[in-house]
Nanobody
Framework: QMTLSETGGGSVQPGGSLTLSCETSTDTYKEHCLAWFRQSPGKERQWVAT???????SYLGHLKPRFDISRDDAKNRLLLRGHNLQPEDTGTYYCAASASRWTARCDEWDYWGQGTRVTVSS
């Protein structure tokens, strides 16, 4: 079992940056697939980025230039840095984790945080 809790959301002007954090309940979190998703108002939840247990990262194509996923193993947390944020990045951002460990392919998400809200507006 793993619990996830996102922080770091808030309001930012277009072109600004934010760093989202996902605190995890276990120091074995890095052995699991970890991901960020987001849901914009009126839209379905959208995958943003994944990092697997081997450190391989993948991104939704058009987001890659502006988002960075990483782990902070000293604090057992997952990070998402967003740069040059735009109004279309507005939404609730969720972190997720797999129950399976040491898998290269990440396509099942068993644990979810409650989300943190990001608003990009002038």
């Amino acid at each position: 079992q793993m619990t996830l809790s996102e922080t770091g959301g808030g309001s930012v002007q277009p072109g600004g940056s934010l760093t989202l954090s996902c605190e995890t309940s276990t120091d074995t979190y890095k052995e699991h697939c970890l991901a960020w998703f987001r849901q914009s108002p009126g839209k379905e939840r959208q995958w943003v980025a994944t990092i697997n247990a081997f450190g391989a990262m993948s991104y939704l194509g058009h987001l890659k230039p502006r988002f960075d996923i990483s782990r902070d193993d000293a604090k057992n947390r997952l990070l998402l840095r967003g740069h040059n944020l735009q109004p279309e990045d507005t939404g609730t951002y969720y972190c997720a984790a797999s129950a399976s460990r040491w898998t290269a392919r990440c396509d099942e998400w068993d644990y979810w945080g409650q989300g943190t809200r990001v608003t990009v507006s002038s």
